[in-house]
């Protein structure tokens, strides 16, 4: 079964949810968006979870130095740039790295073969949004970029199309974020409950 990435996190709460319903992995988003979170609430969140959950620090375009920090202080698991970072950038941190690629055709799959990083997430391309956008791509093009090695499927995902999409794609995990909200930063626990069932009866 793929796991489940529940990101935009910005409470305990939330947070402590999304794990108790079945959540492997939770994401922090440390980028400008409206679900930011800081360093210091995410070393609190942090203390109060779950052993096992993973915790995934979402940066883009941010220094080296600023990230490894953030590593530090909030005991990440996985770091997810979410930016134009290089190759060579990617290769410079102990933690598992999970690069995002924002998907438009089939011509932005050809940068993947450039990075080796531990996961390949695929979202949306949406001009000027770096992530977050709730739309969702053509999967096909996340079945042939398969052969790349392990990829994490998000972009507009909801509980509604999550089962076609692990079905359809069978990939590690998918992620999902504003596809269980009420607004940007907070989530809607029925939802979270639901997008969790929705890819457990996938087997
Ligand atoms: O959510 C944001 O605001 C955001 C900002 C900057 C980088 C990434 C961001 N979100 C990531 O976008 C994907 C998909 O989100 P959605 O399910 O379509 O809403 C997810 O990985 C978020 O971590």
Known sequence: MSK????????????????EVGADLLGFIFAKSPRQVTNREVAK???ELPAGVKKVGVFANQSKAEIKETITKCDLDYIQLHGSESPKFCKQFRLPVIKAFRVKDKTSLSQLREYEVDKYLLDTY?????????????WELAIQAKKYGSI???????????KLAVKKVSPWAVDVSSGVEVKPGKKDYEQVKEFVESVESTG
Do not use: R, Y
């Not at 489940?4 to 794990?19: F, H, P, R, S, Y």
């Not at 499927?153 to 509604?160: F, P, T, V, Y």
């Open 4 to 19: 489940i990435k529940v990101c935009g996190l910005t409470n305990l709460e939330d947070a402590k949810q999304a794990a």
């Open 45 to 47: 969140i942090s203390k």
């Open 126 to 138: 949406v001009p000027d949004k770096l992530g977050g956008t709730g739309k969702t791509f053509n």
């Open 152 to 162: 994490i499927m998000a972009g507009g995902l909801e509980a509604s199309n999550v």
